[in-house]
């Protein structure tokens, strides 16, 4: 949903120049639509609306069927991804031994809702089904590093070490 | 650009170098004493064959052997549960699960000294001091390779080495020999049908689109590699391991219906098939097979590949060209069918992979030789890919006609654990399940819809008597629902209610009457939806109520799950005869629901341990740890 | 193509192969109920409520009605059949399941598809199918309407006549699955968008998910404040519409009865926007003339249709100057009682309320513009669609077909056929180059017909000659044609002198703000002829045709504006446009 919390776009001239040379490249191209929306993801990372207003103004293709597009196939991401992201469990164990809890002081303390981001791009938060870790309930995950047996006292310092 | 007879002298350069690859070969003229194939599919890429790739050939160079040694990385050979997997010619030597930490000593022991590092090879192709090939082991022996016949055995990246198969022969012969009539007679003689899903014939198909719009000013030739079956890979490992089988079967229809432009849409999630297609394409424009006036003939044609994005339904045929088309991959109705208003409105043939794998060879061996292999109706050979309970999950090629029994027993190695066959599915989230009294069916696709299932693009998921049939089929229509385009009313909102449906039973929630609304709902569904997505939905639903209904039922009334699966119907307990009374359950019950009880059996020195039902959340950590097996689900 | 023998339930008929199952039922008199089918703009097979059974000689099998083409000999065809009758419930059954039911509340209860189609299905049960129910915010950031998506029952018949029609394409599905939706880009609010305000999503919509945004309780506010005079004035398609809201077929011209009806719901003036319509001519007709004999911008092109005006702002920013100045005809009517006629009664301007009926949504977006406000006020308060003045007269009691036809009031009530005509497709350009041959010609009375620049076509040319001088003329309605003839016109492909565009196809009587007819009816009559037709009657029958003959204007530029195109004219009924982005 556009509503979410994201890091406020910040594309280069050289990533720009990058995507009208794609567009320049693709243009005559029938159905080039695609290839330029994977383009773009690739040199973006996401497909923020700044992009989007690009892309429509070069190929004048109206921004609805665009982001209809985008929002239709599963590989385009409207958010970027934070540099650590948290994905908390909310299994039913973790859930249980209080991971909603934790998952509500993570959306406080990054001040981001689930599948946001911070506004520095450092944390993106979201929840995620059982991981199969539930003898070590709660559990949350930064990239790969699994932590467990949490209360909510711990995000603090989990936090603090990726600072 | 390559002339024909450049291209024969370059297949006649190459023959030694493949003859080797034969087990036990001796007459081979070979540059090398040996070669080494090691598998670059996208399981043994993910358990480490680069790795593997990299420190071979150091340690090759380092022992002063490179110019006695190919190293070649082939495609997926097909056993990928024991991958990483490596193979030695002309010894046959079949490597499996190697690290790169084995490759010191594999060159030390075998390639220098001469001695096979046995233990580190596959174990069914060693017999006391006979080092077998890997055709004589029990999963190759049944199988008959025509579309898979060149994954594993050559290297995908290097067109010469498919030139060495007879590559691009077929279409040699099709330019220089026949009429586009002839290629579309030989195909429909062949009878081979579409391996993607519905089985439609192939040459029904071109012949459409070569007549029906006899004034089109451009046609099209598309490939469906939109391979999105979860537990399907054929496709992956034909595009992997043998990309340039599907770009001249292209060629070939392009020839056959009048198509100069060609279009492979393959899922972008394999990136190793998109890699390697982009090679291939690549090294054909160079070698003249792609491009303008192939051969000399006068003939153009040229393919252009296109990138999925996640989304499965884009596999249906009309969803796979709006896709291409730069919309939302929202299927159309048909008619009109592809053949005559297809990719940009213009006449369209789409064959999927499997399909296009088979296509040279046909021309090359002639329609009877084809039609001499499978049913009678359902011509050659059919690829499954085997998941689920079963001892080899991978790859299989058999003729079409096999039975279950002789795929899941004798090629799959059976079930492990000595556990029960319960059912297979087939046809992925469009499929069935097929139960133990089906076991016997030769497999083709009309036995397979006459028993409610069907071909789909094979998948083959077998299951024991650990799953529940209920679970299973809410988890297909999870699939469904998410993949769902959300165009036409009965799929859109439909498959969600019969999810929630579902859903309801395995909570032990619902009532007789909601398994005949469910099943009626599935009907209409069928029979109303766009497009084969919706149309096929219910499938594993009707499928599982037909075969399994009391299991439904025991869900329903008895609000129980058989195979213990279901969480809400579940409960754990402890047998107080068994438990010593350790706590080592207590200390992992992530809920505290577990308190050492009142009651000790005679002869235990501690008291029993109890689960308070209540607070149990069913997340099995407490049998998973106890050693005794004093717990126990129901 | 030949034609093939069918049997429709038993009944046998020929059509011609390739007809569609709908359209051979149709033939047949048999109705097979459609939501999302709209001939040649919409036949996506969405829906799935038309599905009927089907043998083409391999057995019976359902299939989507709308699209599916009868190419066999003997094809038989169930449109009634159980099979066919438990198909539609479910269908039905299934959509309420998502359906916001708030029937009773709803603005389109009684002439909601969905609904009829419920009771004539017999659906006893709205909850068969309960369960999770994606829910929505109203969207209510566009001037003249709001979206409500937890109604929207994804016909998508707003999305092709946004797209494919209007050519704008600002809503349209997103995500996929159970949670498609319609939506602009990044879920902006429809207001933020490009969006041109036509309306013709509300017009197409079968349920309550776009409306209006509804302005009849402010209106009988005014009227029942004894503090404010209130003027009403109808535009020309509105009598060529109402009619269809009380029982009259498509087409009947009910002018008389609407007075009536307008005068009994309390305003004080009921006026006629074919005055203003007049009033516009001499501006305009004068404005082509200047720019066309002193090197001005050309092509001139009309202002009338606000819609037309916001999407050339937004998508062609760069011929804003080839817009005429002009304010549209109901604007100039505004303009003029709060300045001449606020004079001549002794009122004070901000003591009058003008309240317009028009055909149009982007009328109310228009009365908001800047420089809509000759006297400081703006010169319309509120702009009700036709369909918000049949909702009045019903809520008023007043028995619609029992009342008299009456007259408008003067002064502001007297218009020419020139004026009539201006609701349909063609209408402005005839009414202009009827006043433009006079006065090129001097033959001050001579009435030409123009019928070339008549009918639906999206684009119509012509080329006039009056005297030694020849005008290049086009006309086009619909935003997707304006779009196709700008761009030729851009690229110097096309030369043109003056150009007439209306945002909706095929004019006014088609407009966003018309009765909302079902698709069931609009996939089978023209209502763009069908209600055009009564405003050429109209224009026939009037001996004044020619708007520079009409006496009030001419003593409007006697005794306020002086002369057509002065200082004091253009102050009052001219206005300025802006550039806009694509949003």
Redesign the interface.
Same mark, same amino acid.
């Given at each position: 949903m556009a509503t979410k919390k994201s890091v406020p776009f910040n594309g280069t001239e050289e990533q720009k120049a990058k995507l009208l040379a794609v567009i320049a490249e693709q243009k005559g191209e029938k159905g080039a639509l695609m290839p330029v929306l994977q383009k773009a993801q690739e040199i973006y990372g996401y497909l923020p609306i700044e992009v989007q207003k690009i892309i429509s103004d070069e190929m004048g293709v109206p921004m609805e069927k665009i982001y209809g597009v985008v929002t239709f196939y599963a590989q385009f991401s409207l958010y970027p991804k934070g540099k650590y992201n948290i994905s908390v469990c909310l299994g039913t164990a973790c859930y249980v031994k209080g991971s909603g809890d934790i998952y509500n002081k993570l959306q406080e303390v990054l001040g981001i809702a689930g599948g946001e981001c911070t506004a520095d791009g450092k944390f993106s938060l979201e929840a995620c089904r059982c991981i199969g870790a539930c003898g070590l309930a709660p559990v949350l995950t930064v990239n790969e590093d699994v932590y467990g047996r949490l209360t909510v006292d711990d995000v603090a310092d989990i936090l603090a070490k990726y600072e | 650009m390559k002339s024909l007879q450049e291209i024969q002298a370059i297949r006649d350069a190459m023959h030694p170098e493949l003859e080797l690859r034969n087990v036990g070969s001796t007459e081979a003229n070979s540059k090398y004493e040996r070669q080494v194939l090691i598998c670059g599919g996208t399981g043994c890429t993910s358990s480490g064959s680069p790795e593997i790739e990299r420190v071979l050939r150091e340690e090759i160079a380092k022992a002063g052997l490179a110019d006695k040694i190919q190293v070649v990385k082939t495609g997926c050979f097909g056993l990928c549960a024991l991958g990483p997997i490596m193979i030695v010619y002309p010894s046959g030597a079949f490597y499996s699960r190697i690290t790169a930490d084995n490759i010191p000593r594999i060159v030390k022991e075998h390639f220098v000294e001469g001695n096979p590092v046995k233990e580190l090879l596959y174990d069914e192709t060693v017999e006391n001091d006979n080092i077998k090939g890997l055709n004589e082991t029990s999963f190759y022996k049944k199988q008959h390779r025509v579309a898979l016949r060149n994954c594993g055995a050559i290297d995908p990246e290097n067109i010469d080495e498919y030139l060495g198969k007879d590559g691009y022969q077929a279409l040699a012969k099709v330019l220089k020999e026949m009429t586009p009539e002839d290629v579309i007679q030989t195909i429909l003689d062949s009878g081979l049908r579409g391996r993607g899903g519905g089985g439609f014939p192939t040459g029904m198909k071109w012949k459409l689109a070569r007549t029906i719009v006899p004034d089109a000013d451009q046609k099209y030739v598309c490939c469906n590699a939109d391979e999105g079956d979860p537990g399907a890979f054929m496709d992956r490992s034909v595009l992997e391991g043998d990309p340039h089988v599907v770009l001249e079967a292209m060629a070939i229809a392009g020839y056959a219906i009048g198509a100069t432009q060609g279009y492979i849409y393959v899922r972008?999630e394999y990136p190793i098939a998109v890699e390697r297609l982009r090679i291939a394409i690549g090294q054909a424009r160079e070698y003249g097979v792609l491009g303008k006036n192939i051969f000399g003939t006068g003939f153009d044609f040229d393919i252009d590949l296109? $990138?999925?994005?996640?989304?499965f339904v884009c596999g249906e045929e009309t969803a796979l060209m709006t896709?291409?088309?730069?919309?939302?991959?929202?299927p159309?109705?048909r008619?009109p069918f592809p053949a005559e208003k297809g990719l940009?409105q213009k006449p369209t043939v789409l064959n999927n992979v499997e399909t296009y794998a088979n296509i040279p060879q046909i021309i090359l061996k002639g329609a009877d030789w084809f039609a001499g292999m499978g049913t009678e109706k359902s011509k050659g050979t059919k690829v499954f890919a085997l998941g689920g309970k079963i001892k080899h999950t991978g790859l299989v090629e058999v003729p079409m006609g096999t039975t279950l029994r002789e795929v899941i027993e004798e090629i799959g190695g059976g079930i492990p654990n000595g556990k029960k066959f319960k059912a297979a599915q087939t046809g992925g989230p469009s499929g069935g399940c097929i139960a133990p009294d089906n076991y016997d069916v030769p497999i083709d696709y009309d036995n397979l819809i006459a028993i409610g299932s069907m071909m789909g693009s094979g998948g083959l998921i077998v299951m024991d008597e650990d799953n529940c049939m209920v679970d299973i089929a809410k988890f297909f229509l999870e699939f469904t629902?998410?993949?769902?385009?959300?165009?036409?009313?009965?799929c859109?909102?439909?498959t969600?209610?019969m999810y929630?449906m579902l859903d309801k039973i395995t909570k032990g929630k619902a009532t007789l009457e909601d398994l005949d609304k469910l099943e009626? $709902?599935c009907y209409?569904i069928k029979?109303?939806?766009?497009c084969g997505l919706g149309q096929t939905a219910p499938n594993p639903v009707l499928s599982t109520l037909k075969n399994f209904r009391n299991e439904y039922e025991a869900h329903v009334i008895d609000k129980k799950c058989p195979a213990g699966v279901c969480?809400d119907l579940l409960m754990f307990s402890i047998d107080p005869q068994k438990c010593v009374g350790c706590g080592l359950c207590a200390k992992?019950c992530?809920?505290s629901a577990i308190s050492q009880g009142d009651y000790t059996a005679p002869g235990k020195k501690r008291a029993a341990f109890v689960i308070d039902t209540t607070k149990c959340?069913?997340?099995?950590?407490c049998m998973?740890?106890c050693r005794l097996k004093a717990i126990s689900k129901g | 193509m030949a034609d093939i023998n069918v049997k429709i339930n038993g009944i046998a008929v020929s059509v011609p192969k390739g007809t569609t199952v709908l359209e051979a039922a149709h033939t047949a008199g048999v109705d097979i109920p459609t939501f999302c089918y709209m001939k040649e703009i919409n036949e996506i097979g969405a829906c799935r409520i038309c599905m009927v059974e089907i043998n083409e000689g391999r057995g019976f099998r359902m299939v989507a009605a709308c699209v599916y083409p009868l190419n066999f000999e003997n094809t038989e065809i169930r449109t009634n059949s159980p099979k066919v009758m438990d198909s539609r419930r479910k269908t039905l059954e299934l959509i309420l399941s998502t359906h916001d039911k708030k029937c009773l509340s709803c603005v389109r209860s009684g002439s909601c598809e969905l609904q009829a189609l419920c009771n004539e299905m017999g659906i006893d049960n709205e909850s068969t199918y309960e369960g999770e129910r994606p829910t929505f915010e109203i969207d209510n950031s566009a001037v003249h309407m709001y979206r409500d998506n937890n109604k929207c029952i994804l016909c998508r018949r707003c999305v092709a006549a946004c797209a494919k029609w209007q050519g704008v394409g600002v809503i349209g599905a997103n995500e996929r699955g159970f949670k498609t939706n319609i939506g602009s880009a990044f879920e902006m609010g429809l207001g933020e968008t490009s969006c041109v305000s036509c309306g013709q999503c509300i017009a197409v919509c079968p349920v309550g998910a776009i409306s209006e945004k509804d302005f009849t309780d402010q209106v009988f506010a005014a009227i029942a404040d004894e503090s404010k005079y209130v003027i009403v004035q109808t535009a020309p398609a509105v009598r060529a519409g109402l009619g269809e809201e009380f029982g009259y077929p498509i087409g009947t011209n009910v002018e008389g009865k609407m007075v009536a009806a307008l005068r009994r719901l309390g305003f004080d003036n009921v006026f006629d926007t074919d005055w203003g319509a007049d009033l516009t001519i001499m501006e305009e007709a004068t404005e082509f003339v200047d720019r066309f004999t002193n090197g001005g911008t050309l092509p001139l092109i009309t202002s009338c249709s606000p819609g037309w005006v916001k999407y050339c702002e937004h998508y062609f920013p760069d011929m804003t100057e080839n817009l005429s100045s002009c304010k549209s005809p109901h604007q100039m009517l505004g303009a003029v009682a709060k300045t001449y006629y606020a004079e001549k009664i002794g009122k004070k301007p901000e003591d009058i309320v003008v309240v317009s009926i028009m055909p149009c949504t982007a009328k109310k977006y228009e009365c908001q513009r800047d420089d809509q406000a000759a006297a400081g006020v703006p010169d319309v308060d509120y702009v009700l669609t036709t369909r918000e003045l049949a909702r009045m007269i019903r809520r008023a009691g007043l028995k619609f077909t029992a009342l008299p036809d009456e007259d408008f009031d003067d002064p502001l009530g007297l218009s020419a056929g020139a004026g009539d005509i201006f609701g349909a497709t063609g209408g402005v350009m005839e009414a202009a180059l009827r006043t433009a041959y006079c006065w090129l010609s001097g033959n001050n009375e001579e009435v030409v017909e123009f019928h070339e620049v008549r009918g639906t076509d999206g684009i119509k040319r012509s080329t006039v000659t009056i005297g030694e001088t020849e005008i290049k003329v086009a006309v086009a309605s619909g935003l997707a044609n304006a779009g196709e003839l700008l761009r030729r016109v851009q690229s110097g492909e096309e030369k043109v002198d003056f150009i007439e565009i209306m945002a909706c196809p095929g004019g006014c009587v088609n407009g966003g703000g018309q009765p909302q007819q079902p698709m069931s009816i609009r996939n089978f009559e023209d209502l763009r002829t069908l209600r055009a037709k009564a405003l050429y009657d109209e224009d026939k029958a009037k001996t004044l045709r020619l708007s520079h003959l009409n006496k009030d204007v001419q003593k409007l530029y006697d005794e306020f504006l002086e002369k057509p195109g002065s200082h004091k004219a253009h102050e009052i009924l001219h206005t300025t446009y802006v550039k806009r982005t694509i949003n």
């Open positions: - | 972008a296109r $990138l999925g994005a996640g989304a896709s291409i088309e730069g919309n939302r991959g929202e159309r109705p008619p940009f629902v998410d993949e769902s385009c959300g165009k036409c009313t009965p859109r909102i439909g969600k209610r929630e009626e $709902l209409y029979a109303n939806s766009l969480k992992n992530p809920v959340v069913k997340c099995g950590a998973d740890n | -």
